[in-house]
């Protein structure tokens, strides 16, 4: 049983993080590619900016770093998918929020992958995919992917479960209602009693103590995104709308920056851990409006 992840698996995860992340990219740069329709299609397809980054500890110890990657294009509004590697210590006060990490000190290894799309089309539903491996006095896995349309199309909703569903079904016939459940818990916004969107799934603090299996699991869950949600975007991506659609995307982005703002663990965990303001808030949509 493998309770406490060593060097190798820490190296194993954060070079899957490394690999997925090029793959998304090269399958969102394709998609960039094909568009033939929206007002857009005349435009020069985008590509990636890669941005590197350093950390440093309270002590002026190197802390790791990570790597931005961000394209803003004529089917991708905005889309970040960021990798980093860190350690170090958590504050006193931070450190009783974290499982493990009082018995050794605040002590930790944080190791992932983050993404969020944000889609030029109001039919193409904007997306969050991530995945993490962290380790104090404890290890564990984490992570979810979960869909935010403006405009919910029931197929891409069936979908998206459906695909994470089998997924989930592979590994352990538990996970999914497990999961799914977490996520509509998580991703809901308590101040206007509704959920950021139609969900997907979302777990944390994973460890059975059977790394391989585990891992496995978590990789499955970033192959079915890169899957899923590809063929998600090219169903819709050349439809047109409306003044009025944007406007009602536009309102919908505020509810998705909103959450993250106010609620998200990622951000939080980010920003406690003297992390990269700009990776942290990558998420944000880069237009929205409130009412």
């Given at each position: 049983?493998?309770?406490?992840?060593?060097?190798?698996?820490?190296?194993?995860?954060?070079?899957?993080?490394?690999?997925?992340?090029?793959?998304?990219?090269?399958?969102?740069?394709?998609?960039?590619?094909?568009?033939?329709?929206?007002?857009?299609?005349?435009?020069?397809?985008?590509?990636?900016?890669?941005?590197?980054?350093?950390?440093?500890?309270?002590?002026?110890?190197?802390?790791?770093?990570?790597?931005?990657?961000?394209?803003?294009?004529?089917?991708?509004?905005?889309?970040?998918?960021?990798?980093?590697?860190?350690?170090?210590?958590?504050?006193?006060?931070?450190?009783?929020?974290?499982?493990?990490?009082?018995?050794?000190?605040?002590?930790?290894?944080?190791?992932?992958?983050?993404?969020?799309?944000?889609?030029?089309?109001?039919?193409?539903?904007?997306?969050?995919?991530?995945?993490?491996?962290?380790?104090?006095?404890?290890?564990?896995?984490?992570?979810?992917?979960?869909?935010?349309?403006?405009y919910p199309n029931d197929e891409d909703t069936?979908?998206?479960?459906?695909?994470?569903?089998?997924?989930?079904?592979?590994?352990?016939?538990?996970?999914?209602?497990?999961?799914?459940?977490?996520?509509?818990?998580?991703?809901?916004?308590?101040?206007?009693?509704?959920?950021?969107?139609?969900?997907?799934?979302?777990?944390?603090?994973?460890?059975?103590?059977?790394?391989?299996?585990?891992?496995?699991?978590?990789?499955?869950?970033?192959?079915?995104?890169?899957?899923?949600?590809?063929?998600?975007?090219?169903?819709?991506?050349?439809?047109?709308?409306?003044?009025?659609?944007?406007?009602?995307?536009?309102?919908?982005?505020?509810?998705?920056?909103?959450?993250?703002?106010?609620?998200?663990?990622?951000?939080?965990?980010?920003?406690?851990?003297?992390?990269?303001?700009?990776?942290?808030?990558?998420?944000?949509?880069?237009?929205?409006?409130?009412?």
């Amino acid at each position: 049983m493998t309770l406490h992840f060593d060097q190798s698996q820490k190296d194993e995860a954060a070079a899957f993080f490394k690999d997925l992340r090029n793959r998304i990219c090269a399958a969102f740069e394709d998609i960039e590619t094909e568009l033939t329709g929206t007002i857009h299609q005349n435009k020069k397809p985008a590509t990636f900016e890669r941005t590197p980054w350093d950390r440093t500890n309270e002590d002026g110890s190197h802390g790791g770093g990570g790597e931005m990657s961000v394209m803003k294009g004529r089917v991708f509004e905005k889309v970040g998918v960021n990798i980093s590697t860190v350690t170090g210590v958590f504050s006193p006060e931070f450190r009783e929020k974290i499982p493990g990490a009082i018995e050794n000190d605040g002590q930790f290894f944080a190791a992932g992958i983050s993404l969020v799309a944000h889609m030029r089309s109001p039919f193409v539903p904007a997306v969050h995919m991530n995945l993490r491996m962290i380790t104090t006095s404890k290890s564990w896995l984490g992570g979810g992917a979960d869909l935010n349309p403006v405009y919910p199309n029931d197929e891409d909703t069936q979908k998206f479960h459906d695909d994470l569903k089998a997924c989930c079904d592979k590994h352990n016939p538990n996970y999914y209602a497990d999961y799914k459940a977490w996520c509509d818990t998580y991703f809901f916004l308590p101040h206007r009693n509704e959920m950021r969107g139609v969900g997907g799934i979302f777990f944390d603090y994973l460890n059975t103590g059977d790394f391989n299996a585990d891992f496995a699991f978590q990789k499955d869950v970033g192959e079915t995104f890169l899957k899923t949600y590809p063929e998600i975007v090219r169903t819709h991506m050349n439809r047109g709308w409306t003044p009025e659609q944007r406007e009602h995307q536009l309102i919908r982005r505020g509810r998705y920056a909103e959450f993250n703002l106010l609620y998200d663990r990622g951000t939080v965990f980010g920003l406690k851990t003297n992390g990269n303001v700009d990776a942290i808030l990558m998420s944000m949509p880069p237009e929205a409006k409130w009412v």
